[in-house]
């Protein structure tokens, strides 16, 4: 499914802690905009394989209801692609009544339960609860069929809702009794902390920040003190109108869609929310009532529909204005600025509130900060988050840089994490957080910056600041005048087909199998003679057999026709099929090559078969078919798709800085200039001690015509027979016209089981490239931080890695 690194790692942890199966509790605690739905989805993924064919998603509210039958719709733009398994979605909408047939009841079927938490509530004296009640089709409440499921898996979003203080949706969810619970939150309940191993993973926004995964946060005040509500709003729609022009001129210089920024408003009340939409609605504000969607409990299914559209890029939505509905599990791309107009004393509020700008339009930063920003109209409550909340920025060392910076390290900034601390002035600049590296499993790059910003600005700088970038838009970063276009044969396996099909049967090997019915088989008629002797008083004393000489049984006969009749039922009637046309014409081809070499040529009339020659076809050509189809799927095949790189325009990076400038360490994000061999322009780096110094070795090097910093991401991969992606880190082109795959390692990392697999994928990789022929000659060079000590030239290093043979 291609993870995120910490969602991989969260359902990595998630199934080593709830193996046994002994009904635990565990949390993950990510920070919005990570991706949780993705967690959800591959963990289903991993437990079906496992053989669990009951899972309940508990939801909170009917948004994340919705939201969440979306994810399992390929037809929505919020499916989750990539799953192996497609199970039987089941939600209060469709389980009654008998409308999901039989799967309730099918042990094989993988069924996904969806249902929101206050369905699942035990019915009091005045409510009732359908999931509570018997249904005729299930034969029992949905609710005790639940219970009575012993492979039942729970997957709770938003779990801190769930807490023990809550006493009615705690014992909704708990007393299933589930295999396993597993809790997915951004902000999970203090109890949980309290309870020894229940939290199992955390990933906080201070790491997705630094790993640019979300958007940066940046608070947006006024000096001149004006904070009244109209001022805010009239504030918020200005940066928001200036915030659309940007991504526009973007979107259309690098052929991307246009995402409409979103200015998101929560209220204390439906009458404070009603007041600021009609004010919103009017002139020197957003000005049209239709770009104005009010969202309170008692909004009707109309609004809701337009709610769940605003990322379309059709959509009229310019602002949504909201009292209490969507400060959890609400997943857009485009709010872009925040407004709090309520008083916000839960910090827990204040953090959701905020997630919900979190998520990055294009999935990625591209570099301007107009795109990449969320911007908050600023409010007391989110102040005093940023000032005294270590837990929004965990082991974060909290410092005020130097007025109007833009990116100075903090003084002061050591390896010990005292508590958070800062003192509130109103003064232009970045917040700046330092601190620990976050530790990953199996180690850490120490090349990661450690350095996380917020950004901090008055209104009047913070639209300076869009205008200057607005000029920046229209740069396209292209290769190099003479730069070659790399035809990159990257390596993919073929899926293997997830149902059998006549079509592995090759026409060849039926052909083979037919030549040994080229003739008739006779059927022996044994024969069996009985002996007597009598003994010394006459009686018979004995009886004996004999087995003589066997003859020639005869046979009834079946007419050809009739013979290819009954081999292709029989192929056509294997359990492994499901019948269809092309199955029926890969049956006719598999019969007619069978035949056709059982049968003589100059056979015009068709010599009908003797019964045991026929009988004995059908078996072997079952034998054949059912041996094709575990071959197919047991072999591991692939195929070579040429990736032409690089693209002849793209965006020019919003930061860089010449390459002069990498001293002690490289700037993760931070593009860097001045090379003579690169057929690109700007590069990016992750690793100075490895990553650099190869760049600058090659790009001196008077052996290298040109040389490439691959992608990350991308088509430019070589797939190993495990399925996982190998990205090499550059290639080089010699002057011999060589192509070079080259990768650097630290020292650390370089035996390590999974890079050793990389490396022999790609040398095998290398050479059968090369043997194909079509794509020239192609090598493979794999430098440690030992092997760059030894090297200072291109030759030196062939020589040295081994990889000039």
Known sequence: MELRDPNRRAVAKVVEEIQSGDGREVVCDLATGVGKTYICRALIDYLADQGVRNILIVTPGR?????TVANFDPGSPKFVPGANYEPVVITPENYAGGRVGDALHDPDALKVFIFNVQLLTKPTAKTSRTAHMTDEFIGTALYDHLRTADDLVVIADEHHVYRSDAKKFHEAVRDLEPRALVGLTATPDETDRKVPGRIVFEYSLAEAIADQLVKVPVIVYREDGHTDVRTQLADACHLRKVKEETTREWAENNGRPMVNPVLFVVCQSIEEATEAADTLAGPGFIGEPGAVLQITSGSKEDALEALAGIENPDSPVRAVVSVNMLKEGWDVKNISVIVALRTLASETLTEQILGRGLRLPYGERVGFSMIDS??????????????????????????????????GQAAGAGRAVPKPSHSETETQGMIVFTGEAPVREGGFDSEVPDTVFLGMADMEHRLAEAGAEKKQIPQIMKPADGAPVIKFPSRRLLEKPDTYSLAFVSSEAVASEGKKFSHEIEVELKKVALK?????????????????????????????????????????????????????????RIVGAFLGAAIEADDEDGTPWEEARAKLALSQLERLVVSSFRQKLAQTEHEFVTVSLPPPAQPWPGQTMPKMQITE????????????????PVVYFDARSTEVKLANLMDVSPKIEWWLRLPSRGETFIQLDSGSRYFADFIAIDKEGVHWVVEGKSDAE???????????????????VTDLGQFGVWKYLFATEEHLSQANSWDILLTVTGARG
């Open 750 to 768: 370089a035996s390590s089981e999974q890079v050793l697999a990389k490396k022999a994928a790609a040398e095998a990789w290398a050479k059968e």
């Open 665 to 680: 360490r490289v700037i993760k994000g931070m593009g860097y200039t001045g090379w003579d061999c690169s057929i690109l």
């Open 63 to 67: 948004t994340i209801q919705r939201k």
């Open 374 to 407: 969320v911007d908050i109209i600023a409010h007391e409550s989110y102040r005093r988050l940023l000032a005294s909340k270590d837990s929004l920025l965990e082991n974060a060392l909290l410092k005020r840089a130097t007025p109007g910076a833009k990116g």
């Open 532 to 588: 007597t002797e009598r003994g010394l008083d006459g009686q018979v004393s004995s009886v004996q057999t004999e087995v003589q000489k066997s003859g020639v049984a005869t046979q009834h006969k079946l007419p050809i026709s009739k013979i290819r009749e009954d081999l292709e039922d029989r192929i056509l009637n294997l359990p492994q099929l499901k019948l269809t046309h092309d199955e029926v014409e890969h049956a006719n």
